[in-house]
């Protein structure tokens, strides 16, 4: 069995050298099982953490970056990339909160047809990925967000997204959309 100390040196080798984020199964590929990786991983994150460097987890895949405070030092001047439409925001949002979902899922949220370049945009960004299909008549296609979504917008895992009194503290919600809300919490009780 490798030693504590070369466990995690070992990581921090194949995770550098790495092209893209690892999951553990992957890792296993280059070090074996004998290694614990769940404690070798803590170790590496505790020892970066604070650096200009740090080992993190996202999703289920990990991988080394520059500290958030010091991501400014290496940013340059770069062509800036066109605008979200309101259709993709809303499309990519109902995706991350109700995923898997299929496209009528998405209409029927939104309230209002999506058009397949709008499911294309976020596919080209990275963001969203087909996730099977539904096992339904017809057989629908599934969409769900990738680690590229979590790397971008800065989130371990789904969980961390806002919840509805997160947005509505940080004045993202519309009255017209608190409304509606309400009158949906309403008609629930209605209902049972």
């Known amino acids: ?84 439409s309101r259709a993709a925001i809303e499309t990519l949002a109902i995706i991350a909160y109700h995923e898997p979902v299929s496209r009528a899922e998405i209409e029927a949220i939104r309230g209002v047809q999506i058009s397949k370049g709008t499911l294309d945009v976020l596919m080209e960004a990275g963001w969203v990925r087909p996730a099977g299909r539904r096992e339904v008549p017809g057989r629908p296609l599934i969409y769900a967000t990738t680690p590229g979504f979590l790397q971008h917008f800065g989130l371990s895992s789904r969980r961390d997204l806002p919840g509805i009194d997160d947005l509505r503290a940080a004045g993202l919600l519309d009255p017209v959309d608190l409304a509606f809300e309400q009158a949906e919490v309403a008609n629930s009780g209605d209902d049972a």
């Open 1 to 84: 069995m490798t030693p504590p100390d070369e466990e995690v040196r070992a990581i921090e080798a194949l995770l550098f050298a790495a092209e893209a984020p690892m999951t553990t199964s992957e890792m296993r590929l280059y070090l074996g099982e004998d290694i614990d990786l769940t404690r070798a991983l803590a170790r590496l994150e505790a020892a970066y953490a604070g650096r200009g460097v740090e080992l993190v987890r996202r999703g289920d895949r990990w991988h080394f970056q520059t500290a958030a405070d010091l991501a400014h030092l290496l940013r340059r001047e770069r062509a800036d990339s066109r605008r979200l």
